[in-house]
């Protein structure tokens, strides 16, 4: 699903400072829990 919307709708959607906030939110959560990111579709 991650990879359909980034490579078909990645040029319609902008990520605000609040996405942007959100997203280092959850990459620390995610972090911390011992699990990885990327699996998550985050990238540091």
């Excluded at 319609?12 to 959850?26: A, E, F, I, S, T």
């Excluded at 990459?27 to 990327?38: N, Q, Y």
Aim: glycine share 10%; no cysteine; net charge negative.
């Amino acid at each position: 699903m991650r990879e359909a919307v980034e490579n078909f709708g990645g040029w319609y959607w902008d990520n605000d400072d609040d996405d942007v906030q959100y997203k280092k939110h959850l990459f620390e959560i995610i972090t911390r829990d011992g699990r990885d990111p990327k699996k998550y579709g985050l990238k540091a």
